[in-house]
């Protein structure tokens, strides 16, 4: 069996907003990469634990480090049968590397979408750039994206761990058979109450055991294709330029909509329509 890890950091246990973890200097960087790999090397232990208790056979695991640049993982803290994806930019980001070969797809350390109450950190791939992000009319996150993008190759996504905002969004997208793993509860966007790490561990490695054994009932969370995704950006002068591009529609002074054959170009014009928009606002501020 083969196995796809994506890794965020706002879920991650103890988080609770960007200046305290992102920059090198902020008081809980050290701990923010302990704790994410520590999340990491136990969800890959139960998931290691699920295919001896199915009698399957274990072959290897993919990691994408999908938080910011991808540099947040000690390479070396993985197991030998793991390949790490890092650095930024590449074509499908928080899934690189994901195919039809893996059997299983884990997001771990997410985050809600943007605007939903009492979320912790939320937004939707950019909290400077997005305002909403609709999949084939429906309102989406990072993790409905990454679960479409999976489900084009046939994988399923079996676990999710972040904060409660996000476990409601995961029920109600995704049913009950999606195994979540609650590391918080936030009380506003920037302030939480947290699980205690090792908890959290105990509780990752016991769902990811609990996704490989329930792997034939995990749903796939498919969208029709052609797929059109529509998203309502921060500032006008982010739709402006990206009304220049072939394939981008203008549908409003903040709004365009873009149509893609399947899941992967749609997940490719969407990664340029961020980098786009992150010009645009830094063209204002200059």
Sequence with gaps: MRFFISLDMEGVSGLV?????????????????????????????GLRDGVREAGGTLEDFTVADAHARGLNLDPAGLPRDATLIRGFPRPHYMVEGLGPEHDLACFIGYHSRVGLPDALMDHSYSGACIHEVRLNGAPVGETELNAAYAAHYGVPLGLVSGDAALES?????????????????????FAAACEHPENVLERLREGARRAVLSLDELPLYRVAEPCTLEVELAETQMADLLALFPGFERTGGRSVKVTAPGMPALYRAYLGLLLVAGAAKRLKDE
């Design 17 to 45: 907003n960007w200046p305290g973890f992102d920059p090198p200097s902020s008081p809980d960087h050290a701990f923010a990469r302990r704790q994410a790999l520590a999340e990491v090397s136990a969800v890959i232990e």
């Design 169 to 189: 969004q995961v029920a109600e997208s995704f049913g009950p058979k999606v195994v979540f793993v609650r590391t918080k509860a936030g009380i506003g966007r």
